[in-house]
């Protein structure tokens, strides 16, 4: 695999801070770049979680909401079309549309052991917490005959004990990724458990 580190440090022009993109524009970007519903259901799963977050924990405007949820809506954006040049592609359409950098540091810093840019402020962290857990959660929901229904979160922990169940989640980077927020991670596994299980 192509080395995904990004060799830079700053992301977006300042004098974009505070220009969004309609949650719609975002959808149909998706659309375009990501054929693949599990993978567009993966990101907008991330992208519940995210608006939810910002709105219940940080106590966030709709404005604010909105940078959450697009960092979410759009963090694997260029993975199916640019595996091996993922995130940069998706962080140079965001820089083309004069998207806020918030946004696009968000998305450059979601994996700081592929990307090399470290996750600064609670958006960036939340993110990278998010996005392998969001992930692993609905990976133990599907195996599930009653799926989310009853899911609870010892038992999610138990699947990350046991290394073969969704092998290519790396543990190490939930434990990173926890690492830096002041959270725990079975709170983190509840908040997703109850905020994307009707995302469809
Ligand atoms: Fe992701």
Known sequence: MASHQLNRTAFGDPKNAGNLMPIEEAHALLNEWVPNERLRLHMKQVAAVMKAWAIEKENADEQTALKWELAGLLHDADWEKFPD????????????????????????????????????????????????????????????????????????????????????????????????????????????????????
Request: charged share 30%; proline share 4%; net charge negative.
């Open 85 to 200: 040049d993922h995130c940069r592609i998706i962080i140079e359409e965001l820089e083309k549309r004069n998207i806020d950098p918030d946004v696009i540091h968000c998305i450059a810093s979601h994996g700081p052991g592929y990307f090399g840019v470290e996750p600064v402020n609670t958006m960036d962290k939340m993110l990278y917490a998010f996005d392998e857990l969001s992930g692993f959660v609905h990976a133990a929901a599907l195996i599930r005959p009653t799926r989310y229904e009853g899911l609870e979160v010892k038992s999610v922990l138990k699947r990350l004990k046991t290394p073969s169940f969704a092998a290519q989640v790396n543990r190490n980077d939930i434990q990173d990724a926890i690492s830096r927020i002041d959270q725990s991670l079975e709170d983190i596994i509840l908040f997703i458990i109850d905020h994307q299980k009707d995302v469809s």
